[in-house]
């Protein structure tokens, strides 16, 4: 009913960048939060960086300085722009979405994961 589609990753050198971009499509009513976690091999997925429909937006402390979440409500799409990339990035990228589905009559609001994309910065 809902899907997430990520884009944007590859493999990149250390120093260089990439943009993410995720489009939400579906019966949508309303989209709460957007944000883009990863998950390295070995350890737990952890959320990298949020932005609410207002614009407020949330950073884990390694990536403050050098991504930058952003939104387009018109298209439904979130993006993630990563700068300055280290080796340490190197994860498969979820997007993830509070969404709510239906009519102004009848509405559901649940969690949405995307399918993920592979990020690789090599040193």
């Known amino acids: 009913q809902v899907q997430l589609v990520e884009s944007g990753g590859g493999l990149v050198q250390a120093g260089g960048s990439l943009r993410l971009s995720c489009v939400a499509s579906g019966n949508i009513f309303s989209i709460n939060v957007m944000a883009w976690y990863r998950q390295a091999p070995g350890k737990q997925r952890e959320m990298v960086a949020s932005?609410?429909?207002?614009?407020?937006?949330n950073y884990v402390d390694s990536v403050k300085g050098r991504f930058t979440i952003s939104r387009d409500n018109t298209e439904n799409t979130v993006y993630l722009q990563m700068n300055s990339l280290k080796s340490d990035d190197t994860a498969v990228y979820y997007c993830?979405?509070?969404?709510?589905?239906?009519?102004?009559?009848?509405?559901?609001?649940?969690?949405?994961w995307g399918q993920g994309t592979q990020v690789t910065v090599s040193s």
């Open positions: 993830n979405s509070m969404i709510t589905t239906g009519t102004s009559i009848s509405r559901a609001r649940r969690e949405y």
């Open positions: 932005i609410a429909s207002g614009g407020n937006t």
